[in-house]
């Protein structure tokens, strides 16, 4: 009998960090492609966090609290999403050895996940959507979403939008342009651009994701905790900014109106 052959080594979380940081991307061929290429895209898909297009019908689905939205729950599990076969696509980019070199990165508190989540038959929920990316300084670098229920992956990125917003980020990389990006709000620039882009959003650290998510999760009422906290005092700086006294200012009760409300005063 042959021994099993010997997974391939996750790329460092050095190294990874070193190179989102200059730019650049690893992706591979196919599943079980051993190797990685590193990409430099010509053009650059981002998303302006003060940009992102929220329609009337993503805006009801969000009021609706249609899913139930967590951060970093199931990041194992939104890649092997991600990575599974789609129609469109036969082959995933997404190789065994990226998946692990993620985990890894994962591990270390420089990927996270955004997850929606639908009741299931047997009454546990089931994950429904989401995406993934890499964290560094103020940029959040999108790799990957996928959906199993209508406007998921679209609920998942609006939840990402205001939370980076929240957590103090300045920049959400999308690397590739889509149509779907696009109806979002994302736009295309140059290589050279970005890089000035990414340079200016290197001056600081932002503050935790999976808390900025946390603290729209939380229900209305006394503060409770740092999430909670977090969010009583942005609410009220996006109320002054919109023009309503800070005294008086209304924190919605249901999680998807406060992301709303955070989308329209602020675009």
Known sequence: MHAPARPPDPIPVELLLLAYRSGIFPMADHRDDPEVYWVEPRERAILPLDEFRLSKSLAKVL????????CDA?????????AAPREEHAESWISRRIEASYLALHAAGHAHSIECWLPGDSGDEVLAGGLYGV???RVFCGESMFSRADNASKVA???LVVSLRRAGFRLLDCQFMT???ASLGAVA???????ARLQ???????????????SFSAGSGAARGDAVGVAEGTERGFAAAAGEPVAGAVVPSSPGK??????TQTS
């Not at 199931?74 to 991600?82: H, K, R, S, T």
């Not at 620039?189 to 890089?195: D, K, N, W």
């Open 63 to 70: 009021r609706q609290d249609r899913f139930r939205v967590s």
């Open 74 to 82: 199931a990041f194992g599990a939104v890649m092997a999403e991600c």
């Open 135 to 137: 964290a560094f300084d």
């Open 157 to 159: 990125l609006a939840w």
């Open 179 to 181: 149509t779907h990006l």
């Open 189 to 195: 620039i140059p290589q050279a651009e970005y890089l």
């Open 200 to 214: 200016a959003a290197r001056d600081g650290v932002a503050g935790s994701l999976p808390q900025a998510v946390a």
């Open 258 to 263: 406060r992301i709303v409300q955070s989308l």
